[in-house]
């Protein structure tokens, strides 16, 4: 399976999170990661059929970006208006975009409880992202589960391990989540990823996930045996 | 009231549906008409403290926009992202924005019955619209019932005649649509609308408008009679 990754970012060099997630990237041909701010400054054409070749290319495609107003920055906008035009997105005939998988993975910058009615932001961010849910409609796109991080600067050490794992799996992952399929996963994955991009600290947050699940499978084994059963 | 009508659209002068509603904008010193692209270039920096003066001296805040992909054109996006700072729109001492009504005027390709579960687009323009709300709500101005536009270009002339007073209404009039409100307002406005601008035929719908106003007053009446006992 190969994961198109599209990162819109107007300032992405001065993002903690972005560069956290960048330095995640698993190190393997299958994942392209496509930063649109710095293929294209704001003045220069989009290059349609390029970017309509790299799409088809790919089976999962992923929107990563900061939730900017409860939307994308507006070079992704741009992008979906120049590039998934009708004839090649929807229409009558093509649907080159058919049966391919689609999902977001967004920086938030409020707390997860504060996006429910009552919250301060007083909207889900399943109700926030319909757009984004209607584009995969209208293209015949699978919408994946989404990755949502918030207030990636107060995350512990240990908040930031797991999301290394659950960044690699929406990248690399069978869309299922079953325990089951995470286990295998993250053992195989985990092996593979590049340590010396990761640092030393990168390094040992690696090492405790492995033996972590080590010492943890039979657990795991009665916990999935406990799901399977719900 | 002061009204501030932003548009954003990359090809006005090409748009049938916005030059309409240009040529029916209502001619007072109360409604001001800003247009993002015909004001900055994609290369051009936005003057915030500009545009947010701009803000602060109108009562009612509406933007106006082709509904591309489910939201607005890239440079309404960059607008948001780059005037409604923190300090400014929101945060713990300054609400600028707070207390104006907010609204929306959308410009939709596709059908209106396409928009619910089970049509052609799979939700409703008020869930796909949620992001806006989302802004209102932070921001603290109060939301707008939208002008949504389906299909222009294969309106009737009733039709369109219709839409000129919603419009109409919706940048000068009061909040409240009820039938009352309604029949005062257009027999007011309409008699102030330039009609040199809108050519013979838009000056037709004018006279007709305001005779048929005036044929039906009394069933008006009833009507508005029936609905206020509901």
New interface residues.
């Given amino acids: 399976m190969k994961t198109l990754v599209i990162i819109s970012h107007p300032e992405i060099d001065d993002s903690g999170s972005q560069q956290y997630l960048l330095s995640s990237v698993p190190q393997t041909e299958d994942v392209t990661i496509h930063h649109l701010e710095g293929t294209y400054?704001?003045?220069q054409p989009i290059d349609v059929e390029k970017e309509q070749q790299l799409l088809a290319a790919h089976d999962r495609i992923l929107f990563q970006f900061p939730f900017?107003?409860?939307?994308?920055?507006?070079?992704l906008?741009?992008w979906?208006?120049e590039v998934?035009l009708e004839g090649f997105a929807y229409g009558k005939r093509t649907h080159r975009l058919s049966g391919k998988e689609f999902g977001l993975i967004l920086v938030v910058g409020v707390p997860e409880k504060e996006y429910q009615a009552g919250g301060r932001?007083?909207?889900a961010i399943s109700?926030?992202t319909?757009?984004f849910?209607?584009?995969a409609?209208?293209t015949g796109m699978e919408y994946l589960k989404p990755l949502v991080i918030f207030q990636f600067p107060y995350m512990k050490e240990h908040e930031k391990m797991a999301l290394l794992i659950r960044y690699q799996q929406m990248l690399t992952g069978d869309k299922s989540d079953s325990l089951k399929a995470r286990e295998e996963w993250i053992v195989e994955q985990l092996e593979q990823t590049d340590r010396n991009l990761l640092g030393a600290t990168g390094d040992l947050v690696l090492e405790e996930v492995l033996s972590t699940i080590e010492d943890n499978r039979l657990t795991l084994d009665e916990l999935e045996m406990l799901l399977d059963n719900m």
Avoid: N
């Fill in positions: 400054s704001a003045s900017y107003w409860y939307s994308s920055p507006p070079m906008k741009r979906q208006d998934l932001e007083g909207f109700a926030l319909t757009p849910q209607a584009i409609r209208k």
